[in-house]
Structures are given as structure tokens and as C-alpha cells.
């Protein structure tokens, strides 16, 4: 394929992906770390129509990699005064720990400067240069982890992002198309050498597992792609059974009380009503980090075992200080907002 094809090609895919229309006429925060797949992300914004005066670049510097990190925030500044966008960054102290953890802390804070950004900015979207690759790793890593059909799904394509809506544009391009994009186009970029490194489990996966996978089959990870593809529709269909059954079960609810009658619930399938009491729980905003697939089995069993006998127990309590009640009736989910509650429970 000759150089203007390869552009063109990359740049129509571009466009039926994130159709100019969407997003023209609405300020643009786009994170920019003077990676490849940010860079192409930019060029390819600014070169599909985007208007300058809407688009704001962000850039976060972690200060995890010393002089190189300073000069990945001088390329991006200087890149942004060659192509005539603003550009909004930020130094921040880079977080302690190592391995995944420190990873996982980095994530954290980038994503709260973006945040910070999309405020301060005014923006409708934020974008993110997410690729199929980085799908791809994310799926195996997270099925390696033991996830269920939720994590299968891989990285959202948007969801909300406090007031503007973050936006992956890039995810149905593969990292090898972007290179070829910016070569063409003689564009530059930094590399990060932390992306080599095997001390972190998702470059593990990238540099040791996809690779064996290939080895396998050489369409292992279009397959990979497909099956998360399966999982988000799969999702989808169950999440509309699980609102259903959440309007015909719960009878009433507050800040830190649901209240569901225990008869309509207990004539679904079990795997329904796991679904309803996390959607409840994500719902009432109660926490989810340590409410692991044990507690929402042992809850199950206890709100659709038979009505209790005299002097058995009634309720149990879960993560986060979250009690579930039962009587003969209902199933009674509360937050125990003090040492008073649970005395009084």
C-alpha cells in the first residue's frame, strides 16, 4: 500500500470509528503522553477536520522515569506549539510502592488530573489512545486474574467521566497501524522503556503471553478481541434482565436501606439474583472493592434459603458494613453507619 493509502485508510477508519459531527462543536481534552498511540491520536484528530481552538491537549508527568520524564513533557510542549493546540500539564510526585501497584497508582493519578483537566477545560470528551492491543492484554490479564463476565468485557469504548464523557477512539486499531501511520506522516515520538520492562504483569502478558498465543494460532488475538465483543453483549442483555427484575423485587429504597420482597426474588434463577444484589450494591454507591464472589454467593444462600427457625440467625453482615436482614417477607440490605447500628442490629 502506498503512503497516501496507508493515511488515507488509517484517517476514513478514523472518521466512521469517531464521526467529526460527534464532536466537532465540543470542547476536546485529549491525553497525550508523546507515546505512538497518543501522538497518532492527536495528528489524527487535528488532521480529520478537528478544529484547533476546540481541542486541548493534557499531560501528566509522573516523574517515574527522572530526565526522560521531563523530556517526554518538553516533546508533548513542543509538539503542541508546532500544531497550534493548547496544552494543560501537570507534575505530580510520583506515587511509592513498585510492580503492578505502582502501575495501578500512576492510573490513578493520571486519571484524576484528567478529570481536573475536563473541569477546568470545560470539555464535553476526553480522550484516551487505548488500542485493540491494549484490549487484548487487558482481557488475558484480567482473565488470568480470575474475572467474570463483567472484566471480559475489556476497556469500555466511553463511559462517563465526571462532567465530559471519556472516549477511547482508538480501540478497533491495532499499535502496528498507528507506527506505520506516523512514519508516513514523518512523525516522531518518545518511547518509554518501562514498556519493556517484565517487572509489570500486563507487560508480561504483552511480551510473553501474546507472543506463545500467536504461536498458537496466528489469529489468537482477533479472537481474543471477539470474545470480549461476546462478553459486552452478553452483559448488556443480562444487565436489562437484572433492571427488570430490580423494578418488580425491590419495594422500596433510601440512601442506606433496600428493602425487596424475599418471594418475588426467591422465584429467580440464582444467577439473576447475584446480578440484582450487585447491581444494588453498585447502585447504592456501597463499596465494591472487597465484596468478592464468595460474599455474593453466601448471600444468595441466605436470602433464598427456607424462612428461618426460631433463634437461627437472621442476618449476616458483608464488606463495607453492609447488613442483610431477612424475615419472612423481605430481604432488608442496610449501610450500618455507626457502632450504634450494629448493636441495635
Known amino acids: 500500500m502506498s503512503k497516501n493509502n496507508i493515511i488515507s485508510c488509517l ?3 478514523f472518521l466512521a470509528s469517531f464521526p467529526l459531527h460527534g464532536w466537532a462543536g465540543c470542547r476536546t481534552l485529549v491525553a497525550v503522553s508523546g507515546g505512538p498511540d497518543s501522538v497518532a491520536l492527536l495528528h489524527l484528530l487535528l488532521r480529520c477536520g478537528g478544529p484547533r481552538e476546540q481541542i486541548v491537549v493534557g499531560h501528566v508527568n509522573h516523574r517515574l522515569r527522572g530526565h526522560d520524564s521531563e523530556l517526554d513533557a ?4 513542543e509538539l503542541c506549539h508546532r500544531l497550534g493546540v493548547k496544552l494543560v500539564m501537570r507534575a505530580v510526585d510520583p506515587p511509592s510502592g513498585g510492580g503492578d501497584g505502582l502501575e495501578e497508582a500512576a492510573r490513578r493519578l493520571r486519571y484524576g488530573c484528567l478529570r481536573e ?23 488475558l490479564y484480567r482473565l488470568f486474574r480470575g474475572t467474570g ?3 471480559l468485557r475489556g476497556i469500555p469504548r466511553s463511559r ?14 491495532r499499535r502496528r497501524e498507528l507506527l506505520d501511520y506516523l512514519h508516513e506522516l514523518g512523525e516522531t515520538y518518545r518511547e518509554d522503556r518501562t514498556n519493556d520492562s517484565l517487572t509489570f504483569a500486563r507487560n508480561r502478558v504483552r511480551h510473553l ?15 481474543v478481541l471477539k470474545l470480549g465483543e461476546v462478553a459486552q453483549e452478553t452483559w448488556g442483555f443480562i444487565q436489562r434482565q437484572v433492571e427488570l427484575a430490580i423494578d418488580a423485587c425491590v419495594k422500596s429504597r433510601a440512601k442506606n436501606l433496600v428493602v425487596i420482597d424475599r418471594g418475588k426474588l426467591a422465584r429467580l434463577d440464582p444467577f439473576l439474583i447475584q446480578g440484582l444484589l450487585v447491581e444494588l450494591w453498585r447502585s447504592q454507591q456501597w463499596p465494591m472493592r472487597d465484596l468478592s464472589r464468595k ?25 463495607g458494613h453492609i447488613e442483610c436482614r431477612v424475615d419472612e417477607e423481605n430481604v432488608i440490605l442496610r449501610l450500618l453507619t455507626s457502632r450504634c447500628d450494629e448493636h441495635q442490629a
Open 11 to 13: 484517517e476514513e477508519r
Open 74 to 77: 518538553e516533546f508533548v510542549a
Open 117 to 139: 483537566f475536563a473541569e477546568q477545560e470545560g470539555t464535553r470528551f476526553v480522550l484516551t489512545a487505548h488500542t485493540a492491543d491494549d484490549q487484548a492484554e487487558t482481557i
Open 149 to 151: 463476565l463483567h472484566g
Open 160 to 173: 462517563p467521566f465526571g462532567p465530559a464523557a471519556l472516549v477511547r477512539p482508538l480501540l478497533n486499531f
Open 209 to 223: 503471553v501474546i507472543p506463545a498465543a500467536l504461536q498458537v494460532h496466528p489469529a489468537a488475538i482477533d479472537g
Open 295 to 319: 460474599h455474593i454467593l453466601a448471600m444468595c444462600r441466605f436470602v433464598t434459603s427456607s424462612p428461618s427457625k426460631p433463634g437461627s440467625d437472621t442476618s449476616i453482615h458483608l464488606p
